[in-house]
């Protein structure tokens, strides 16, 4: 799929493969600042895991006075490339570092389930049937900020209720048909030691299933260097509370639970943790 160009509110031209999906991510990613839950200050360090084009990358990078030190991560290669564009577009020679790869709990390579039209929900964790009750979600909750979604997906709103919802499921059953793609991970410890991070001040995950995966390759020596965390989790299996549990447990005490704006009534959660 060829990419297209979107305009962001504050003045960045971005690539992306799927142009309606810009304004809901884009949303989300302002939710994490609206509220003060995260402290960046210019001059710090942020993993940026689960990338996806770089929306989060970038509103921090201004937010910091275009003085920060991020490293991306996005394992899916048609996504990655929008990422390395952006990234070279709008921040050219920065300290901002796009890589190939994603995070988890060993170097290895994994089948991913991706989803040229719809992908931001590709993960390594498929369940179509979840992940089609979130995508419709999304577009029920949204359909106001949809402007550059095709004619058809606009026109939903003035279905009547009962007939949209079987309208929209039928539509992106038909829309979210994965391919599979082969993606290498690394462990976070193991890219910290290669690299010589002595201290990161923001670890922001948005995986899709993959967060406690991603947890999981954080040696115990490494996790005092992480002052602040905030992560999309899916409760899945209490996974909420085994997560919180598990930040509490490597003293990331202070901890706030919100739901994504894009996602009411769902059972996906951000998690804003810190040192205090």
């Known amino acids: 799929m060829k990419p297209a160009d979107v305009k962001l509110a504050n003045g960045f031209v971005v690539s992306c493969l799927q142009k309606h999906e810009v304004s809901l991510v884009d949303m989300e990613v302002q939710s994490y600042f609206s509220k003060g839950l995260l402290q960046l200050r210019p001059g710090d360090t942020v993993f940026d895991v689960g990338a996806n084009i770089g ?44 890589f190939p790869f994603g995070l988890s709990s060993s170097r290895e390579e994994v089948s991913f389930a991706y989803y040229p039209l719809a ?55 038909r829309t979210l048909r994965p391919t599979t793609v082969t993606c290498q991970m690394e462990t976070l410890s193991q890219f910290v030691s290669d690299h010589g991070i002595d201290r990161i001040d923001l670890l922001k995950i948005d995986a899709e299933k993959a967060e406690l995966e991603i947890f999981r390759g954080v040696e115990t020596m490494d996790w005092h260097k992480i002052r602040q965390v905030v992560v999309e989790v899916h409760d899945l299996d209490d996974r909420l509370d085994t997560m919180t549990t598990l ?22 959660y951000n998690v804003f943790a810190s040192r205090g």
């Open 55 to 98: 929306l989060f990358t970038l509103a921090a990078y201004e937010r910091c006075e275009r003085n920060l030190n991020v490293y991306a991560f996005e394992p899916v290669g048609a996504i990655f490339e929008c990422l390395r564009v952006n990234v070279e577009r709008c921040a050219a020679g920065t300290k901002l570092k796009a």
């Open 119 to 173: 992908p931001v929900l590709s993960t390594g964790f498929p369940d179509e049937a979840a992940d089609l009750e979130v995508m419709k979600g999304a577009l029920l909750n949204n359909m106001v900020y949809l402007a550059e979604a095709p004619l058809a997906v606009r026109c939903l709103r003035w279905l009547p209720e009962f007939l949209r919802d079987p309208v929209v499921h039928c539509a992106l059953a």
């Open 247 to 268: 930040l509490r447990e490597y003293g990331l005490t202070e901890i706030i639970v919100e739901q994504p704006p894009t996602l009411t009534n769902s059972n996906i």
